[in-house]
């Protein structure tokens, strides 16, 4: 009976060193957080604290921080051509194509969320007219809504999502029937309350509503380094790109460190 004991005593003791390093584990990926690089328009780069590289809509291969290798993973929401690039056809890694899936690669997850690049699109699991892109990585969600133009947000949808650290978001876009007088992604956005907005296709108009709205912060830094524990509770704006300084001055918005 005594060994019976010890023997479950000892495999207690082994999975609490287990949890424990599991922990230890996240603590550090969100201290170390990620970097992310912003190339205009919708196009991002998140490198994870493992190295691994997230591209998403890349139009402009020159913006990215490396070519991409197996490990890493490349996004498409849509295939208009501001949103894709030669990168498609080169990319050795694993890659979501205007498709529903899921990707797992090293400490990244990426899963595609079916959506409607205007009003009156069909959601389809392939070849979509958009896919939101959730990205879980140091211990965040970030949530990439490429050319979404949908009017709300599905019940299916906001489930997928959950709690969204940082949106990429657009506000003005006629290609998605989405303007201030509509405001589309501003209820996009309330809808959902991430603790950070970086808007993609923008105007000026759109860029007064937004520092209207929320607390707002800007940066020309890239890669811009972001840490869970620095995001702000409430949602904020992060302006990024070559405008970042003129949006943020325009509406007096905060450097973002």
Do not use: W
């Not at 997230?54 to 291969?61: E, G, N, Q, T």
């Not at 929401?77 to 205007?98: C, N, V, W, Y």
């Amino acid at each position: 009976m005594n060994k019976i004991k010890m023997k479950l005593s000892a495999r207690l003791i082994l999975a609490a060193i287990f949890l424990c390093s599991i922990a230890g584990i996240s603590d550090a990926e969100e201290s170390i957080g990620i970097s992310l690089y912003y190339g205009e328009n919708a196009q991002i780069e998140i490198v994870s604290p493992g190295g691994i590289h997230v591209f998403v809509d890349v139009h402009d291969p020159s913006a990215v921080s490396c070519p991409g290798g197996e490990r890493d993973i490349l996004c498409t929401s849509h295939h208009h051509p501001d949103h894709i690039s030669a990168m498609r056809e080169d990319f050795t890694g694993k890659q979501l194509d205007a498709k529903a899936g899921s990707i797992a690669s090293g400490d990244v997850k990426v899963t595609s969320i079916m959506s409607a690049h205007n009003s009156a699109d069909e959601f389809v699991a392939e070849g979509g007219s958009n896919y939101i892109f959730l990205i879980e990585t140091a211990g965040m969600r970030i949530a990439h809504f490429g050319d979404i133009g949908q009017e709300t947000l599905t019940r299916e949808q906001l489930d997928k999502l959950g709690r969204i650290d940082i949106a990429v978001m657009q506000f003005d876009n006629a290609y998605s029937s989405m303007d201030v007088r509509n405001k589309k992604g501003f209820n996009l956005m309330k809808q959902l309350n991430p603790r950070m907005i970086i808007p993609s296709h923008i105007s000026d108009d759109a860029v007064e509503i937004l520092g209207k709205t929320y607390a707002s912060c800007y940066s020309r830094k890239s890669p811009l380094k972001i840490l869970k524990e620095t995001l702000p509770e409430k949602t904020s704006v992060l302006f990024l790109g070559i405008t970042a300084a003129l949006n943020g001055k325009r509406v007096k918005a905060k450097e973002f460190k």
